[in-house]
């Protein structure tokens, strides 16, 4: 029984702190749209304005930091994405809220800067967000695409 309870508090804590509104994101996203797009590689806006003072957000899971190609990034975003560190809902969620403080405390900097000036004040907003985006990235879609598990697929006739 002790194994069982310790099981389940130590997946408790790996479950995300708030269940994910993709919808709910996209009306967070608006806030997000001065700034930034999602854009596609055939140059499909699938959210935002087209605009170009933050980088793309298309793809952004798993992303190194800093590292969207012909986008000028600030220095410190820039020096954390060179530790490998890759966007993820964790990171995500803390970095919106606070971007400097975010790469202040990754990096043990005080003079670590953000460009991004923005915060999201909830951090159900910002989880919120994350799944929006991540819902318009290249693996959602190509989920999208992919047969059910367990769904039949026609197969070739076999020759002989």
């Known amino acids: 029984m002790r194994l ?42 699938l959210a935002g304005k087209n605009a170009k003072t933050g980088p793309n957000l ?3 899971p798993g992303r ?5 190609p012909e986008f000028k990034y600030g220095e410190s975003i820039v020096a ?4 490998g560190q890759a966007w993820d809902e964790a990171n995500f969620v803390e970095y919106v809220q606070d971007p400097a ?6 990096l043990g900097d005080d003079k670590a800067k953000s460009k991004m000036a923005f915060k999201l004040k909830k951090p159900e907003d910002a989880a919120n967000l994350w799944a929006f985006i991540a819902s318009l990235s290249p693996a959602a879609a190509d989920a999208a695409a992919a047969p059910a598990e367990g769904a039949a697929t026609e197969a070739a006739p076999a020759t002989n």
Do not use: R
Request: net charge neutral; proline share 2%.
């Open 4 to 45: 069982t309870l310790t099981a389940l508090a130590l997946a408790s804590l790996a479950a995300p702190a708030f269940a994910q509104d993709i919808e709910a994101g996209a009306k967070v996203f608006n806030q997000c749209q001065t700034c930034h797009v999602v854009q596609n590689e055939a140059g499909e806006v």
């Open 58 to 60: 298309y793809g952004l």
């Open 64 to 68: 190194t930091l800093g590292t969207y």
């Open 80 to 83: 954390l994405g060179a530790t």
């Open 101 to 106: 403080k975010y790469l202040k405390a990754k």
